[in-house]
């Protein structure tokens, strides 16, 4: 009895060590990897805050005092979120995950402000360096933060009507014959054009930029949600409809609750790739017709050769961007919780 009990716990005993090895809890390395990991952050900023300190002697005052305030707040926080992490271990988890890659992107600041307000190496006004950039986003950030609610406004009611539309055609090209033999030739020819590529027909078709703008990023999206959204459609294992038919599924019953939620992974699929051309579009249609928002701020300041705002808002595009993106993920997550474990991507 007791040589069975030993040999069934045998199998859980190697994978609780293996999955301990993995993750470096009982190696010896650990506690030395964990202090690293723990002062990422302060040692980044501390060397960033020397560096630049050191630089900045002909650098504006207002921009130096700007910079070297953020710095200071990255290495406060990053002392007191080492040093509480001990009372928590949600802190703790996060600061294992996020410490190098904020300690890298304070490198990587420090890096570009010695090859350019240090060294200069690169040509002003060009490239300015973090200081500048910072000093910018701060003087410019009521017009920054209109511009990003303009673009957010637009970007939302293209993606959204890009969406329906494809929800709409995909469904139909997957499911039944005679709209797949109608629809894919279509979306053959139109579909690989670049939406960009109608913006001039938009312009003199539509009664106002801003609906040309978002009919051309409705047209960005459509394609890859309606070409994926067909695929997992047409795709939909026969086994599953063999079963609803059986049971005395009729069509509309096929359609809505087996064959959409199944065809959900690729579709999640068209809407990543959607929104990341409707990014591209939305920049594009802001800088040749639309007088407000993200695009149109990066052109006009581009003008004035105000190189700083233009990064400026660059940053803000990135976490713009990135943010609408990761709330895709945490939806994509939600509704495909049966796929957590199974697949990653």
């Known amino acids: 009895m007791n040589t069975s009990v030993q040999e069934t716990n045998e199998p859980v005993q190697m994978a609780e060590e293996k999955t301990a090895r993995a993750v470096g809890i009982n190696s010896p390395a650990a506690p030395r990897a964990r202090v690293r990991t723990l002062l990422a952050i302060p ?33 406060l926080s990053g002392v007191l979120a080492a040093a509480g992490q001990s009372f928590s271990s949600h802190l703790m988890r996060w600061m294992r995950h996020m410490g190098p890659i904020i300690a890298a992107a304070v490198s990587l600041a420090c890096f570009w402000e010695v090859i350019t307000s240090g060294l200069r190496l690169l040509p002003l006004p060009y490239f300015p360096g973090p200081a500048g950039v910072l000093q910018s986003l701060i003087d410019d950030r009521a017009l920054l933060l209109d511009s990003a609610w303009n673009s957010l406004k637009l970007l939302l009611a293209g993606y959204a009507l890009g969406v329906a539309v494809a929800l709409v055609t995909g469904v139909c090209i997957g499911w039944f014959n005679q709209a797949r033999y109608w629809g894919m030739p279509l979306l053959k020819v139109v579909g690989p054009i670049p939406a960009t590529a109608w913006i001039p027909l938009a312009m003199v078709l539509s009664p106002s930029p801003r609906f040309s703008a978002i009919g051309i990023i409705a047209l960005a999206v459509w394609f890859p949600v309606t070409m994926l959204t067909a695929s ?12 609803a038919r059986t049971l005395g599924a009729r069509e509309p019953y096929l359609v809505l609750r087996v064959a959409i939620p199944a065809a959900m992974p690729s579709i999640f699929i068209g809407l990543f790739m959607g929104l990341g051309a409707a990014f591209l579009t ?19 300041k581009q003008g004035w050769a105000e190189y700083g705002k233009v990064y400026a808002a660059l940053v803000i595009m990135a976490a713009f961007f990135s943010t609408i993106m990761t709330l895709l993920f945490k939806v994509r997550d939600r509704v495909l919780v049966w796929q957590k474990g199974v697949i990653k991507w």
């Open 43 to 75: 040692v980044a900023a501390s060397v960033a805050l020397v560096v630049h300190l050191f630089v900045s002697k002909n650098q504006p005052a207002p921009e130096t005092y700007s910079y070297s305030v953020f710095l200071g707040s990255i290495l």
């Open 232 to 243: 997992g459609i047409s795709n939909t294992r026969a086994s599953y409809l063999d079963v």
């Open 282 to 300: 939305l920049v594009v249609a802001e800088t040749v017709g639309v007088k407000s928002g993200l695009g149109w701020y990066v052109a006009w």
